[in-house]
């Protein structure tokens, strides 16, 4: 089996892990790659696109399995919109498989590059997540195997306890061969899209909580440098299926010619070249000077149509963005918190972001609901993720912010998502999820890993115990 | 039976704001490769420190993660002329590391033959074996690794004795000379993959080693000097230092000297 060292990097370019990547073409492969480490004495871990924001699909000095090369649909059914596929298919390739036949993914994230075990790994949400909860609650059916060689097959139903483990499970069970999908049917190729700007961070939690129930999408961005009666300012996107006979022409607008984004703008400046010019404003002066300017662009409410994914894939509009950032990269913050203490806890972050001067320089806001998986980051509430910039001046400052920021998510009964949050200590993890949900998945770790192959540099940070290897 | 016992990891986790340097020196239990360690893990690096002696090993690390109140140093018991251990140990340390940016080979030995007019091949033997094949052992899949990885510094420790061959100690010469030759092919090799490769070349350092010298120490530095220079030479990226600098401008007229000259001379 051919492996070969390679420097993997997370996808903010924050952290770097060399690892033996290994790129395995199926089930029996991946078991082969598990019986290899063990007698290497090395742990393994599964990465897809490497779109994680921190530390999940890195295994400093480890084996890392490339999923990218399993990546077949295995069946399509246009009449059901069932989809079963490899876990390498990425969302791009998938949305590009239904969306001419009538169909979307149920739910996606704010870039297609990711891949579908990744996907399920971290159990992604979207801009519906208010809605339609997260992809796991999508999954017909997946099939993995574990580190001890078997080979499985979960439902809702059938091995429940793996399945609502798994997915979410950040890849530390088994590993998934196979996904079977529902996929939402659709009328038009467009979505109609409200926009209308929110003054300040109560106006922006109950624009998202009132619009919520109106609409199928709903986002939020949020100006994280203003101040003042503006803190929290920012703009709201709404938007709502098509419904059938709307669209005079579905066929045109589901073609994927007028779905994918341009690369060049205004037709002849190619936008992988732009974020080299983005770089300069990447500073807390340039960054007021655009979100003063984007957030006076806002302030015309407006309604207008738009693709699906143009509207979804917003990450990926300008490609590279995050180079933008410089030599050291970026992380990004989310939390999750419940309706009743959201403001005031992001309030109080807010102001510590500004005092500190350390002001996010993207702030995104979402709705959400809970959900029954085991490690499940949602809540009745919100989530604001917040981008900051990373730079040898500011890391020590930064960290003890964000360990600020941990106390007070905790304390307002808050949650963290492991798709994202690059500094969350194990004593953060248990005290979220509490003590018997940990043990829970220990057990489980145990029961499907026992010779504990599966670790990611993630799992060493937050479900880690010393002195046991 | 590996005679190398593996640590578990219990150092921090490197997060983007709490990153982590990680390297390796092999031959670190004493002299400057002990003032390197100490140095290194004051400037941020956790290490793997190879020895043979397992006492004064754990000693350091002891003192080194104590002083820093974080487990920092990681002993690993090797002896550098094992040469297959290295491939199962190299890849337990960077395991153990998570990650691998800088290997400093320091191990060496110095069996002087006693006398111009002594020959002592078993001595001469043990110094190629450790000095210059113990060194390619250790940095041949390091160089790999790194050339795969776009990134790394290898720091080779070769001496000004490699700069002639002298009539005091041939073998030794010769040693330091290999080293510092397969060093510079390394360099040569390595730049074009963004991977650093530093030659330090120190005079007299005052260790165990220079007990063991015959005539003068001129220049004679402390261990703590050196690792100074070489965390200096490490941080600017050189290719090629000598400590004490001194030694560059009196190396350049004795690697002048010619040979009509040189191999009359009493040194």
């Known amino acids: ?469 | 039976m590996r005679s190398f016992v593996s640590n578990s990891p219990t150092i921090a986790p490197a997060t983007p704001l709490n990153p982590r340097r990680c390297g390796i020196i092999v031959g670190a239990s004493e002299g400057m490769g002990a003032a390197l360690a100490k140095k290194l893990a004051k400037e941020g690096f956790t290490l793997a420190l190879i020895a043979r002696q397992k006492d004064k090993l754990q000693t350091l690390c002891g003192e080194i993660n104590s002083s820093l109140n974080e487990t920092r140093a990681l002993p690993y018991v090797h002896d550098v002329s094992n040469y297959h251990e290295v491939p199962d140990l190299l890849r337990m340390i960077v395991a153990d590391l998570g990650g691998l940016d800088t290997i400093v080979f320091m191990a060496g030995v110095n069996y002087p033959p006693g006398g111009v007019d002594k020959y002592n091949f078993e001595n001469d033997r043990k110094m190629i074996e450790i000095n210059l094949i113990g060194g390619m052992a250790w940095l041949t899949p390091v160089a790999e690794m790194f050339q795969n990885a776009k990134a790394g510094q290898i720091v080779g420790i070769g001496s000004v004795a490699g700069d002639r061959g002298r009539i005091g100690n041939p073998g030794y010469n010769t040693s330091k000379a290999g080293l510092a030759t397969y060093l510079e092919a390394l360099r040569n090799r390595l730049t074009r993959h963004g991977v650093n490769v530093l030659t330090v070349k120190p005079g007299f350092v005052k260790t165990e080693m220079l007990k063991a010298a015959q005539g003068a120490t001129p220049f004679a530095i402390t261990p703590e000097k050196a690792a100074d220079d070489i965390y200096k030479a490490m941080r600017k990226r050189r290719q090629s230092i000598y400590t004490a600098s001194l030694w560059r401008w009196v190396m350049l007229i004795i690697q002048h000297v010619p040979s009509a000259i040189f191999r009359r001379m009493a040194f």
């Open chain 1, 1 to 469: 089996m051919q492996k070969t060292f390679t420097q993997l990097e997370n996808f903010g370019h924050s952290l770097r892990a060399p690892s033996y990547l290994i790129q395995p073409k199926s089930a029996e492969e991946i078991y082969s790659a598990f019986k290899l480490a063990k007698k290497l004495g090395l742990n393994v871990t599964a990465r897809g696109a490497g779109r994680s924001y921190n530390d999940a699909a890195l295994n400093g000095g480890g084996i890392a399995l490339d999923m990218s090369a399993m990546d077949q649909f295995i069946k399509w059914d246009q009449a059901t919109g069932q989809v079963r596929c490899e876990p390498g298919v990425t969302l791009e390739q998938l949305w590009q498989k239904v969306e001419p036949h009538g169909w979307w993914p149920p739910i996606v994230s704010g870039t297609m590059k990711t891949t579908l075990g990744g996907c399920l790994a971290a159990n992604i949400h979207g801009k519906n997540n208010f809605k339609m909860g997260t992809i796991g609650e999508h999954v017909i059916e997946f099939t993995a195997v574990l580190p001890t060689g078997a080979e499985i097959v979960c439902t809702p139903k059938k091995n429940a306890d793996l399945f609502f483990a798994m997915i979410g499970g950040y890849g530390m069970l088994g590993i998934f061969t196979s996904i079977t999908l529902q996929m939402k049917r659709i009328h038009s190729g467009l979505l109609t899209v409200d926009a209308f700007p929110v003054q300040n961070l109560s106006r922006q939690l109950s624009g998202l909580q009132d619009g919520a129930p109106n609409y199928d999408y709903i986002v939020g961005w949020m100006d994280g440098l203003a101040s003042g009666n503006s803190l929290g300012r920012g703009q709201i996107h709404a938007a709502r299926y098509v419904h059938e006979g709307e669209d005079k022409n579905p066929r045109e607008t589901m073609k994927i010619q007028n779905q994918i984004l341009p690369p060049r703008i205004f037709g002849v400046f190619p936008k992988s070249l732009l974020h080299y010019f983005m770089s300069p404003f990447m500073n807390n002066f340039g960054t007021w000077g655009i979100n003063t300017a984007k957030y006076i662009a806002s302030l015309r409410k407006h309604t207008f149509q738009q693709p699906h994914a143009a509207f979804h894939f917003l990450l990926d509009y300008v490609p590279n963005w995050e180079r933008s950032y410089g030599r050291s990269g970026l992380i990004q913050y989310q939390s999750f918190l419940p309706k009743e203490t959201a403001e005031a806890a992001w309030t109080e972050m807010l102001k510590l972001s500004h005092k500190n001067r350390l002001p996010s320089y993207l702030g995104v806001t979402k709705r959400h609901r809970p959900d029954k998986f085991l490690l499940t980051h949602a809540v009745d509430g919100f989530s604001l993720a917040m981008d900051f910039k990373v730079t040898d001046a500011s890391r020590a400052k930064l960290r003890a912010m964000l360990h600020d920021f941990d106390k007070i998510v905790l304390a307002s009964g808050g949650r963290f998502y492991f798709a994202k949050n690059s500094e969350t200590t194990a004593e953060t993890a248990l005290a979220f999820y509490g003590p018997e949900t940990v043990a829970k998945y220990k057990k489980l770790k145990k029961r499907c890993d026992p010779n504990r192959l599966l670790e990611s540099d993630l799992y060493r940070r937050v479900f880690g115990e010393k002195d046991e290897r």
